[in-house]
C-alpha cells in the first residue's frame, strides 16, 4: 500500500466509449503524474501537475484529457481510444517535483 | 532526448548475488531512482543516489557515477520474491520529468 489508489483496476472499452479514469493520494503531495506502461517499453510520461495546474503534457494526443480538482484527485477522461492504446495507465504523486515518487496499482486498460 | 539502458533480462540462484547495471545519457541529472515492479504491482522504490558512490539499504545497494553516466543496483543473498523487473529513472534538467529505462526482469530459481 503506498497510498495512492486507482480506479478501476482492470478497463474494457470499445473505441466509441467515454472513461475515466481516476487516481488519489493520501500522502498530502503538491505533484501527480499520469504514465502510460507498455510491455517491454519504458514508463511514458503523460501528464504533470504541480499544485493543481498542468505543468508537464508530454505530447500526448487529445483523445486523453487530464483533469486534476484539487491537489489529492487526478482523473484521466478517455474518448474515442485506439487498441494501440491499450496498456497498464499508472498514477504517481511526489510531495514536490524532483522527489521521489509513490505509485499507484495501475488501471489495466484494453481497448476492443 | 533521455535514453536510459539496461539489460532486459538476468537469472540467479536463490542466495546469490545479482549486479543490475544502468547507463544513462540525459540533460542535466538531479538524482537517479531505482524502483521494484512485480508483475500487476505498482512500482516502489528502493533507492535514490544524487551523489556519487555507494547507498546501502539492506540486502540492496544502489552505485552512482555522475562522470560515467552509470548506475548500478546489487541485490544480495537473493530470495524468490526478488523475482520482479528493477527500474532504474533519472531526473534530468526538468524536475518534473523522470525518464525511466525499459526494466530489468530478475527471476530468481531455487
Known amino acids: 500500500e503506498t497510498g495512492v489508489t486507482q480506479t478501476p483496476r482492470h478497463l474494457v472499452m470499445g473505441m466509441t466509449n467515454k472513461k475515466s479514469l481516476k487516481c488519489e493520494q493520501h500522502?498530502?503531495?503538491?505533484?501527480m503524474y499520469w504514465y502510460k506502461q507498455s510491455a517491454k517499453k519504458p514508463l511514458e510520461l503523460m501528464f504533470v501537475?504541480?499544485?493543481?495546474?498542468?505543468?508537464e503534457n508530454n505530447s500526448v494526443p487529445s483523445r486523453f484529457s487530464p483533469e486534476c480538482p484539487n491537489s489529492s484527485h487526478l482523473f484521466l477522461h478517455l474518448h474515442t481510444l485506439q487498441p494501440e492504446d491499450s496498456a497498464l495507465y499508472l498514477c504517481?504523486?511526489?510531495?514536490?517535483?524532483?522527489?521521489?515518487?509513490?505509485f499507484g496499482p495501475g488501471t489495466r486498460l484494453t481497448v476492443l | 532526448g533521455q535514453n536510459i539502458d539496461q539489460p532486459t533480462e538476468m537469472t540467479a540462484t536463490e542466495g546469490a548475488i545479482v549486479q543490475i547495471n544502468c547507463t544513462y545519457q540525459?540533460?542535466?541529472?538531479?538524482?537517479l531512482f531505482w524502483y521494484q515492479q512485480h508483475a500487476g504491482e505498482a512500482p516502489t522504490f528502493l533507492s535514490y543516489?544524487?551523489?556519487?558512490g555507494l547507498e546501502e539499504k539492506g540486502r540492496f545497494s544502489s552505485f552512482l557515477s555522475r562522470s560515467k553516466g552509470y548506475s548500478y543496483l546489487l541485490l544480495k543473498e537473493l530470495q524468490m520474491k526478488d523475482s520482479a523487473s528493477y527500474l532504474c529513472?533519472?531526473?534530468?534538467?526538468?524536475?518534473?520529468?523522470?525518464?525511466f529505462g525499459a526494466g530489468t526482469t530478475v527471476t530468481v530459481r531455487a
Open positions: 529513472a533519472v531526473y534530468g534538467s526538468n524536475d518534473y520529468k523522470l525518464s
Open positions: 504517481a504523486s511526489s510531495q514536490t517535483p524532483g522527489a521521489e515518487q509513490f
Open positions: 500522502l498530502g503531495h503538491n505533484a
Open positions: 543516489n544524487v551523489l556519487d
Open positions: 501537475y504541480s499544485l493543481e495546474e498542468r505543468v
Open positions: 540525459t540533460s542535466g541529472f538531479n538524482g
